[in-house]
């Protein structure tokens, strides 16, 4: 079973730009996998962020965005909100086989 | 507005069964691959099982392969999991989840196995 993997934890400042980034053991991540990013806040339901790479969700800041870098698919937050201060993952679907989260990735705005 | 109300969660003994149920609207719920996900406290998110639209397809983690199975009732607009044999390790809350532009979330329900 392929594994998915995130960075851990990732600090930005605030008004700062980090990019978190998801990447699979079973070889370059493509639209094949219709990659999803979801935000979880501590103590509540996670949300989605982005769709098959690139697409923004509703209700989604525009702040966020999603592509492809190399063999792994990316999250990027330009000017980061103190209320950004979240867990962000990645999921990538199989197929024949189902999906997969990412372990997620802790972002501290500091 | 895309809505999902997940609700069914209980606590129950090991072995015992529940059956989850996810009310959407707002979206064509026959046209959208559907997805439960859940969350053991503390830990991250975890995919458990997938329905294909028309309820043609399934797959499962495989922790609960043989276990759980998830249905729709497209009539409905309404996603199941029924969940069998449950083990202390099943503990977690529940999700359901849309997909594409539609890739809403439930607000999760708790199921507590002990």
């Known amino acids: 079973q392929a594994v998915v993997t995130q960075e851990p934890s990732l600090t930005v400042s605030p008004g700062g730009t980090v990019t978190l980034t998801c990447g699979s053991s079973a070889g370059p991540v493509t639209s094949a996998h219709y990659p999803y990013w979801f935000q979880q806040k501590s103590g509540q339901a996670p949300r989605t962020l982005i769709y098959d790479i690139y697409n923004r969700h509703s209700g989604a800041p525009a702040r966020f965005s999603g592509s492809l870098l190399g063999d792994k698919v990316a999250l990027t937050l330009s000017g980061a909100q103190p209320e950004d201060e979240a867990d962000y993952y990645c999921y990538l679907s199989y197929a024949g086989v189902g999906a997969i989260f990412g372990g997620g990735t802790k972002l501290t705005v500091l | 507005e895309v809505q999902l109300v997940d609700s069914g969660g209980d606590s129950v003994q090991p072995g015992g069964s529940l059956r989850l149920s996810c009310a959407a609207s707002?979206?064509?719920?026959?046209?959208?691959?559907m997805t439960w996900v859940r969350q053991a406290p503390g830990r991250g998110l975890e995919w458990v099982a997938g329905i294909k639209h028309d309820g043609s397809e399934k797959w499962y983690v495989g922790s609960v392969r043989g276990r759980f199975t998830i249905s729709r009732d497209n009539a409905e607009s309404t996603l199941y999991l029924q969940m069998n044999s449950l083990r202390v390790d099943d503990t977690a809350v529940y999700y359901c989840l849309g997909s594409g532009w539609s890739a809403s979330w439930g607000q999760g329900t708790l199921v507590t196995v002990s």
């Open positions: 707002g979206f064509i719920f026959r046209d959208s691959w």
